[in-house]
Each structure stands twice: as structure tokens, then as C-alpha cells.
């Protein structure tokens, strides 16, 4: 018998709902020893209503409580991942447009270039004007190349 539950909780109902049961052969010096284990399911209020889903969920909540609530003691990291998604977005429409790439050489040149343009949106700069300075150092070798590097 459980113990404590996987949600925390300590107060179990009398009778067990079911009681699954499991043998174990094991090879030992001789002769074979046989252990059965029997599992108690003793949380009955949640089976009607979400079953092991909410069993799931509330053992994530538990064991992860400090990856969830990170942002409250970092505030330049936000709650939500909207900007990385928006960021994918993109990329991902691009895909969805073109097929997709015919080779993983050509999958990294896309994911390069896409790279690139968010960053330069991010920074607020011209993509034109980054790719036009990019262009011009490759046919002039005096000039430097163009950085997307923040600046500390």
C-alpha cells in the first residue's frame, strides 16, 4: 500500500479501487525465487475525471515547480515563449510554402539565411542594408563584414 500519493497527498479511501498485481521471475543461485508485487490505486477522485492525465499534470506541477515558476526570481526571462515562436514563424511558413528542403545542405543554408533576417529584425536593423554590406565585402576584400554581435 501507498504510503503517500503522487499528487502529495496522504489520505487514502479504506478499500483499494484496484489492486494490480505483478511477478517477478528472478535467476538466483538455486533454486528460482518468485516475488509478487501488488500496486494499490487508493485515489479515486480523480479516476472519473481525468484518469492518469491528471495524475501526470499534477506530478509534473510537483517535480518541475522550479522550472515553472523560474520567471518570478529572473524577470528578464518571460513567462511564455510567444517571442521564440514568433520567431519560428517564418521559418516554418517558408516550409510549409516550398515543401520543405531537398537537402539537409540546403536546410542549413535556409536555416542560416532565416537566422539572419530575425536577428536583424530583433536588432532593428535593415536586412537589405546588412546583405547589400555582406555582398560588398565579399567582392571587396578592404572592407570589413558586416556584424550582427550585440555590442557591450
Known amino acids: 500500500r501507498p504510503q503517500i ?4 497527498q496522504a489520505e487514502f479511501i479504506l478499500q483499494p ?5 505483478q511477478q ?5 543461485k538455486c533454486p528460482i525465487e518468485v516475488v509478487e508485487y501488488h500496486r494499490h490505486t487508493l485515489l479515486n477522485q480523480w479516476i ?3 484518469g ?5 499534470l499534477l506530478r509534473s506541477l510537483r517535480d518541475k515547480a522550479h522550472q515553472w515558476w523560474y520567471f518570478l526570481d529572473y524577470p528578464e526571462v518571460p513567462p511564455d515563449n510567444n517571442q521564440a515562436e514568433r520567431s519560428l514563424r517564418l521559418a516554418v511558413t517558408k516550409r510549409k510554402v516550398s515543401g520543405g528542403s531537398r537537402s539537409m545542405e ?3 543554408h535556409t536555416a542560416d539565411l532565416l537566422t539572419v533576417v530575425q536577428t536583424c529584425r530583433r536588432q532593428g536593423k535593415s536586412i537589405i542594408d546588412f546583405f547589400v554590406q555582406a555582398l560588398l565585402v565579399d567582392s ?3 572592407l570589413s ?3 550582427l554581435l550585440p555590442k557591450y
Open 52 to 56: 492518469a492525465t491528471a495524475g501526470n
Open 140 to 142: 571587396n576584400n578592404y
Open 106 to 108: 540546403r536546410f542549413q
Open 17 to 21: 479501487i484496484k489492486v494490480d498485481f
Open 48 to 50: 472519473g475525471k481525468a
Open 5 to 8: 500519493c503522487c499528487c502529495g
Open 145 to 147: 563584414p558586416p556584424s
Open 24 to 28: 517477478v521471475a528472478q535467476l538466483v
